[in-house]
């Protein structure tokens, strides 16, 4: 078992940022890949990016491309996901996931209980 714990979120104003963090717990040595998700009020899940376990390999989506940042900190159990330039269209609850390298939370064993985002001015 491993255990997801998201934190950083908040009210933050247009083209602001913010750093959000995600804590793992449990079964840490295993190789898992870490991804980031996201899910505003009326709408479905929506990938926003992946870490692979080396942290050697990123994917971040289209609408999230030169302003958000995936990186890992394998001797903290943490990986972050900063995001700059912020956009009220980023306002969602965040979550983050454990398991294979995959652009749908379908590929995905382990979920945070997610961290609310709100970019408003």
């Known amino acids: 078992q491993v255990q997801l714990l998201e934190s950083g979120g908040g009210l933050v104003q247009p083209g602001g940022s913010l750093r959000l963090s995600c804590a793992a717990s449990g079964r840490t040595g295993s190789n898992y890949a870490v991804g980031w998700f996201r899910q505003a009020p009326g709408k479905e899940r929506e990938f926003v990016g992946v870490?692979?376990?080396?942290?050697?390999?990123?994917i971040v989506a289209d609408s999230v491309k030169g302003r958000f940042t995936i990186s890992r900190d394998n001797a903290k159990n943490t990986v972050y996901l900063q995001m700059d330039s912020l956009k009220s269209e980023d306002t969602a609850v965040y979550y983050c996931?454990?398991?294979?390298?995959?652009?749908?939370?379908?590929?995905?064993?382990?979920w945070g209980q997610g961290t609310q985002v709100t970019v408003s001015s």
């Open positions: 996931a454990a398991g294979k390298v995959s652009l749908v939370s379908s590929g995905y064993e382990y």
């Open positions: 870490i692979t376990w080396s942290g050697g390999g990123t």
